[in-house]
């Protein structure tokens, strides 16, 4: 790129009108056949998947595995370094390792993507995906308790080893990062715009603002109801990753009389930040990156800060699904990302929060950098971690069935 | 003799002829018999199956999968939980079907008799903006409408609309939204029963002194009817079952069936209560729709859908 073109700029031309993840979700609408046939097979394939237990893959056999300069790598929009329609990463990898990349940014929502993958999984069948990227959050508990992920071989990833930042080694989720490593991670707080402020009198600083009556009707929350119960146990006071069933009965209730009394405008998806940039929404649950290139691309005033109540912690991470072809491959890729000069170039375009803090001041040198690299949403220092909250870790279906029958209701109500 | 023969050949000739033609109405459904059986029956029969199962208890996340237990409690969940949804996506897509209708009867009417040689491109041109995916058209609409958007925004600056007005996030954007997206599919029958109508009978009313509202009430209504019956159907079910307009358009307290189903079946996957919601949805379409079509006679219909 173009060392003089401020590469923001670049983006806000070329980024979403709409929600970048939008359109490519609702793509799905005209082939609604698709998720019909998945249910069916749901349906119709019983407990077949039980029979492949994780101790067939605990013995994964690292040491017969070689190299074959192939990688099937499915990820989300816009996750990855984009400079003249190519990756400059993924070139400098194919370059490095002759291991040539077929990038896919198919993925657009955890749960969709999961429901593609489990009938492959079911069958004992290749997924034909070598990397995919998904959120810690139920989906992935489900890969890792059928056993359906390789479980890596840390030794192989001395990069993650030597520069991982300590927020995502050994996660709660999938402890001795087993099967997964951290692609990016993020904070889900508050993004507000000028009108909240005027609405509210004051800068907002806390939960309570998105259940403030005077900013009644312009508030987003999210539709994804982990986000939702979590925002809501919060407000309480409550840490959501040692909640019980009783707290989120009490913070279904405080979420149920925010809409009883108005306040939401909606429970929005990634569309939320298009809510906020059109001015539907003043104030709204948001997540760090997305307000980080909104004022990037055309919204400078929109700001997102971190509540008294602190932030949502969440990862997205790395996993080889089983009957992976290119096991070794994949492998070799995820060290490579975690050497702090490939972190630095992604981490100056994808603006969540990199694995690797030894890229900070590689960022700062780069061509509009300096922003990034001093952004604590993207490079968060202690203050900012100590403000941090853990996701509840679903223990099982039928914890999940609870949680879902607690704070569906508020949504589709 | 020969005759006989002859007349015994020609008796054998009309008697495969005959066999031929009892056959070919079962040749000629066939396809389409197929094709429910396939696409409707069978994934109708697959849903009952579903909505009666429950899942095996299973340890953490494992995938035990679903055994039948003639688990009727479903039911009564998914009825306890969404039938204020049912109830609100009826009466939408019931003023949605009136509103197509209202909007799309005089343009079909215009068409029809006044279209005169470009029929078909007035035609065209109403569909055009059909060509594009109704998701990025809904999108568009969001865009449009949104607060800060061109029209609220100007509206407001020039005092027609009172400060803090908004229009997504209400039940009539959700309405107009799928209106909008259905106007094809009401104007499209209506054209074809209006075309239809024999010039002749028209010009006859005229002859016997009917005003223009006499021959529109007593001649072209009635004779439209049949287009109005499937402008209906093909208005009305999809219009119901609708959840993209909602997703986009909609606030808090306009959800859709349609959306809690999306739910149950791809964020949940619970399928069994997925199911048993689609099933009383399709269930009670089907009873209305059967009730609807026994008193508005279906003979003519089946000329025009």
């Known amino acids: ?413 | 003799m020969e005759q006989h023969l002859r007349s015994d050949h020609h008796g054998l000739k009309q008697k495969k002829a005959r066999g031929r033609k009892r056959l070919a109405p079962y040749g000629l459904t066939g396809p389409g018999v197929l094709w429910l059986a396939i696409f409707f029956l069978i994934p109708m029969g697959a849903m009952l199956v579903l909505s009666l199962e429950t899942r095996i208890p299973t340890v953490g996340f494992r995938n035990s999968g679903y055994q039948f237990t003639w688990h009727i409690g479903e039911y009564s969940t998914a009825w306890a939980q969404a039938h204020v949804q049912f109830v609100r996506s009826l009466w939408y897509g019931a003023i949605v079907t009136i509103v197509t209708l209202l909007a799309g009867y005089p343009a079909a009417y215009w068409i029809a008799f006044k279209g005169g040689h470009h029929k078909t491109t007035y035609l065209f041109l109403m569909l055009l903006p059909f060509f594009v995916s109704f998701v990025i058209r809904s999108l568009a609409w969001q865009f449009i409408l949104s607060d800060d958007g061109i029209v609220i925004s100007n509206l407001e600056r020039l005092h027609i609309l009172p400060q803090g007005f908004h229009i997504l996030s209400t039940s009539i954007a959700v309405i107009a939204g799928i209106a909008y997206n259905s106007l094809p599919f009401m104007v499209l029958p209506l054209y074809v029963s209006l075309e239809k109508i024999d010039r002749n009978v028209v010009e006859a009313a005229r002859d016997l002194y009917a005003t223009p509202g006499q021959v529109f009430r007593k001649v072209i209504l009635p004779l439209s009817i049949p287009g109005i019956f499937a402008g209906f159907l093909l208005t009305f079910i999809p219009a119901v079952g609708d959840y993209v307009n909602n997703d986009i358009l909609g606030g808090p307290n306009t959800t859709m069936i349609g959306n809690v189903i999306q739910r149950a079946f791809l964020n949940d996957q619970n399928y069994p209560l997925a199911s048993s919601l689609s099933f009383i949805l399709m269930v009670g379409l089907l009873i209305g729709i059967l009730i609807y079509a026994r008193v508005l006679g279906t003979r003519q219909i089946e000329e025009y859908i």
């Open chain 1, 1 to 413: 790129m173009d060392p003089t073109i401020d590469p923001a700029f670049v983006r806000g031309l070329t980024q979403r009108r709409f929600s970048r993840r939008d359109l490519i979700r609702y793509a799905g609408v005209g082939a609604g056949a698709l998720s019909l046939s998945s249910i069916l097979a749901a349906c119709g394939v019983k407990s077949s998947g039980g029979a492949a237990g994780s101790e067939s893959t605990a013995a994964f056999d690292w040491a017969s595995q070689s190299l074959h300069h192939q990688l099937n790598f499915a990820n989300w929009p816009y996750y990855i370094d984009v400079s003249h329609g190519t990756h400059p990463t993924l070139d400098t990898f194919t370059q490095k390792t002759g291991i040539q990349v077929n990038y896919k940014p198919v993925i657009n929502d955890n749960q969709a993507f999961y429901a593609k993958l489990k009938p492959s999984l079911e069958q004992g069948k290749p997924t034909g995906w070598d990397i995919v990227v998904i959120t810690n959050g139920a989906q992935l508990s489900e890969l890792i308790d059928n056993g359906w992920l390789i479980p890596l071989d840390l030794s192989q990833l001395p990069n993650f080893t030597a520069n991982a930042s300590p927020t995502i080694k050994n996660p709660t989720y999938d402890p001795g990062n087993k099967y997964t490593v951290a692609w990016q991670s993020g904070f889900t707080g508050i993004a507000y715009s000028p009108r909240a402020t005027a609405a509210l009198g004051r800068e907002p600083n806390s939960l309570n603002d998105l259940f403030d009556p005077s900013v009644a009707g312009h508030v987003g929350m999210m539709s994804d109801n982990t986000e939702l119960g979590s925002i809501g146990l919060l407000k309480l006071g409550i840490e959501p990753s040692t909640s019980t069933p009783d707290n989120w009965t009490q913070a279904a209730a405080v979420l149920q009389k925010q809409k009883d009394d108005g306040i939401p405008r909606g429970y929005f998806d990634q569309g939320y930040i298009n809510q906020l940039e059109n001015g539907n929404t003043w104030i709204t649950q948001a997540w760090s990156g997305d307000v980080f290139i909104a004022q990037q691309s055309g919204y400078p005033e929109l700001k997102f800060i971190v509540p008294n109540e602190g932030v949502m912690f969440w990862h997205d991470n790395m996993m080889i699904p089983v009957g992976a072809a290119n096991p070794l491959d994949a492998l070799t890729y995820m060290n490579y990302v975690y050497d702090p000069q490939v972190a630095a170039l992604m981490a100056n375009y994808i603006w969540y929060i990199t694995p690797v803090p030894a890229a900070k001041p590689i960022v700062a040198t780069l061509p509009g950098g300096k922003a990034v690299a001093s952004s604590p949403l993207v490079f968060p220092d202690q203050a900012m971690l100590d403000k941090t909250h853990q996701y509840y870790v679903y223990k099982g279906t039928s914890d999940l069935d609870q949680w879902n029958n607690t704070f569906d209701p508020i949504i589709t109500g």
